[in-house]
């Protein structure tokens, strides 16, 4: 199909100032701009997973990322376009700005992202002189493979800002184009759009110190570079830079630029002279002080920082698998069907493994009603900037739930050591852990450490999906935005989570959204301590370690006496096998009996002494026939009771 649209309302013939800006928060709902022009040239019906965003016939339309995600604060409005289409298709949609002056030496920039880390989308920006048909957009001014996706912070999350020189178009009217050339991928989104004219002729920014890792074994030289770009209008052929490290030298270097770098473009440039890198903490300095003959005029954005720290040694690592997921996505439950197999047979959060798992169920899509959705699933979604599920993280960065990724994970090196445990005692779980860092880190560090506490399976029937079986679901974290730490090569430091636990209100046993309660509706209740140590700036993680308890009795269950003692059954009713929970004060042999409703002894069990604390004896019950039983637990203290269902 073919059809141009035009945003109705009455447009001048070009705009009247001599710059030009947009950034789509006067958009009306959905709607593009007053005065933009869109061409949806594919004719592609949209995916019903996205029909909430009214693409239809559209080729583009605005979106509220703020409403929409409670993150990128600094963009609200946005355009989006995409490529997701009922059957698999390439995308070819156009929107095409108003026409505007181009005064001398502009340039322009926009912002934009991928929303999906793992199909991100391709773009064109092209240029036209004379109209605003395809035919007209002959000159291609940038395009781009995949826009990536940059989780970045709260603020600008998502989002990388591009820019082009506008410099040959002096004095023309122009209309710019976005053309999406996709294929089945999500949404690419765009914002900020804006012809102006730079200051400088030359302005040149370091973005990125390169060529050193941020952990690394051992001191010794390490070569350094770094990204820059051209800020001005101009040509810059040479460019002075320095670097120093610590409080050491400065070290200078003039460096040809090839190819030559015009507005917007980047280069990656080399020093000659290696940095002597120390045992520790080492901060380099890179920036740059002039380009061609001119010393730099701007220098609030010449210097980047790039902090390498060099451990004593590094172990093995225990990989951390964290995964956004909801049992209201079909995506989810299609990947989970195979993931979760996969994470058992890996052993997953499981003694002497070396790879845990954190599942965080999240309120989207639509209804939205996940009870495990709390909190802290959002504090840790916005702290990677998570806008699609599934999503599932590697030791802190994004990749495909499959043995190939989990393999690469397990082959990181650790900086680390964890030794994790946890005990469960009168309706609280204890968690602690000691950390043996082996690199010091003695101000500012990046270091944080996360304690989640998860419950390893649970059952929801009412789950929207087909999946209904959930494993590994992080219920509560302490805290969501973790601890910093300072470290000090090979001096253990210890964690600790206290947690009193609380529990599904329902018959069923499902706890409230935004609530840390456990689900009471599993075979086997088992709580899971998952504990790591990550760089909150790059947010690559260390080390992790797990514990679990064994099973226990399902608290709500528990019924207390007052010589201190408690008695538990679980699960109540029963099929084949019933667990009898008991706490007690002190040590003390107990003798179990199940008596029928005619007085029959139809079980008994004579244990050795049970030590004080939570213990649990597992009775078969597929004998049983089908009816209502009384439990005698005799101990030196006194005798608990409880009743037992057996059903068939």
Known sequence: MKKQLLAIAFLASSVASAQWTENFNAATGSLIPVGWFQNNVDGLTPNSSIAAYNFGTNAGVTRNVTTAFGLHSSHANVLVTTSKYTSA?????????????????AVFSWDATSFDPTATGSYELRISTTGTTVANFSTVLFSIAGEIYNPGDAATAGFTQRGVSLGAYAGQNVHLAIHDISNDKWQIAYDNFACSVPANQHDGSVLTVNGLTRYMVGAGNQNVSATIKQLGYGTATTAWMNYKVNNSA???????????LGYYGTQNVAFTTPAALTLGTNKVKVWISGMNTSSEVNVANDTAVQYVYVASQSVTINALIEEFTSSTCG??????????????????????????????????????????YNPDVLARRTYYNVNSAPTVLYNGTAGSGNQTNINIAKMAPAYANITPTISYNAGAVTANATITPFVTIPSASPIKV????????????????SQKDYKHAMRSMYPSAGTTYTTT???????????????GSTASGTPGQGTTNFWTSTGSFVYEYVVWLQDAVTRQVLQSGSAFTSSVVVPSSIKEYSNGGSIGIYPNPAKDFAVVGI????????????????GKLVYTNKSDEVMAGASEIRINTSE???GTYNVIVKTNTGILKDKLIVVK
């Open 489 to 503: 090569d090979g001096t253990p430091f210890n964690v600790t989570f206290n947690h009193t636990l609380a529990y």
């Open 583 to 598: 706490k007690l004060d002190s040590n003390s042999p107990v003798d179990i009996s199940i008596i029928d409703v005619t």
């Open 331 to 372: 995506p989810c439950a299609s990947l989970n069907s195979s993931f979760d197999p996969l994470l058992t047979s890996n052993n997953v959060n499981v003694a002497g493994s070396n790879l845990n798992a954190v599942k965080y169920q999240v309120n989207w899509p639509s209804p939205g009603n996940d009870p495990s």
């Open 89 to 105: 298709g390439t995308s070819n949609d156009w929107v095409i700005s108003p026409n505007f002056l181009v005064p001398a030496n």
């Open 450 to 465: 996360y304690q989640a506490l998860v419950q390893s399976f649970y059952n929801y029937p009412g789950a929207s999906t």
């Open 250 to 260: 400065t070290v200078s270097q003039t460096i040809a630029l090839a190819p030559s």
């Open 624 to 626: 049983f026939a089908t």
